[in-house]
């Protein structure tokens, strides 16, 4: 029977909840931890052990798993003591959504405590988390690549490594631009049909028919037309930090972000509508308002 590390997952939310639960179905000895107590005690519910604090956490594991919200959350819960004097010798994978440099100043700061530290950012959302289906992206040292590898492959089949520590968060920014903007043009184009009057089911079997569709537009159509955007997976105001990032990182490059720009203003007025706790296909509303 192949030894597996005993392994932190630290955030349980939603993402990170089925995360744990999923490794540890598999075999993993798994200890979480949350900043907020409400999430720790449904996971406490779920089976899982829940440390008290996050050194905790970490000290009764070889592996650890960040699943936290963005770079901010990730620096209150490592960077502080007494969570920072466990990080030594201890192997760090940021499984979030951050930006390049934001992953690359973690490595260098988690280096000089004494740790070691792989990205590997997910393309997936609760189900294929649940069932070991989610995209593994890796950026980082192929030895601590192949140290991880077993737990990694208990959530994704085929786990891969992008290249340097910065790369794998790139490549997962570039997916969630696509996201975002397949999302957003599907949006006004629906929003078109809609205020002209056609027949929606035409224009959907006309969509499905061509070269032009994608299956998140039949995931997401029902909550455009009932403008329902509850149960959210993926909330829009992740959404919006993720097109930010995106910007932040492309236009240094000489990228055009004008389009990120306005996807970014779409997901702002969302916001403002009261829609950021809401599924990211609330952009719909910012967009056919008018």
Not at 29 to 43: I, K
Not at 184 to 210: C, E, H, K, N, P
Not at 259 to 284: F, P, T, V
Request: proline content about 3%; overall charge neutral.
């Amino acid at each position: 029977m192949e030894l597996l590390p005993k392994t932190a997952v630290l955030g349980l939310g939603l993402m990170g909840t089925e995360i744990a639960l999923r490794l540890q179905a598999q075999g993993v000895a798994v200890t979480g931890w949350n900043r907020g107590a409400e999430r720790s005690q449904a996971a406490a519910a779920a089976g899982l052990a829940v440390a008290a604090d996050a050194a905790t956490a970490i000290g009764a594991a070889d592996l650890v798993l960040l699943v936290l919200s963005d770079a901010a959350a990730i620096e209150a819960t490592l960077l502080a003591p007494p969570a920072a004097a466990a990080l030594r010798g201890r192997l760090i994978v940021q499984m979030g959504t951050i930006g390049p440099e934001e992953s690359r100043g973690l490595a260098a700061r988690l280096d000089a405590l004494g740790g070691r530290y792989l990205e590997a950012p997910v393309l997936g959302s609760l189900g294929e988390a649940r069932e070991g289906r989610l995209i593994i992206m890796v950026g980082g040292d192929e030895t601590l690549f192949a140290q991880c590898r077993p737990v990694l492959e208990r959530l994704g089949a085929q786990p891969q490594r992008i290249g340097a520590v910065g790369q794998a968060a790139a490549l997962k920014l570039a997916l969630n631009q696509l996201i975002a903007g397949l999302t957003a043009t599907f949006a006004l184009s629906l929003g078109l049909v809609r205020a002209q009057g056609i027949d929606v089911d035409q224009f959907m079997a006309l969509l499905r028919g061509s070269a032009l569709y994608a299956q998140t537009f039949d995931k997401k159509l029902d909550k455009y037309l009932s403008h329902d955007y509850g149960a959210a997976n993926f909330p829009l105001k992740h959404l919006l930090k993720d097109v930010r990032l995106f910007r932040q990182a492309a236009a240094p490059l000489g990228l055009d972000t004008a389009l990120a720009g306005a996807i970014e203003a779409a997901c702002i007025r969302g916001q403002d509508l009261g829609l950021g706790d809401q599924d990211y296909s609330a952009i719909y509303e910012a967009l056919s308002r008018g």
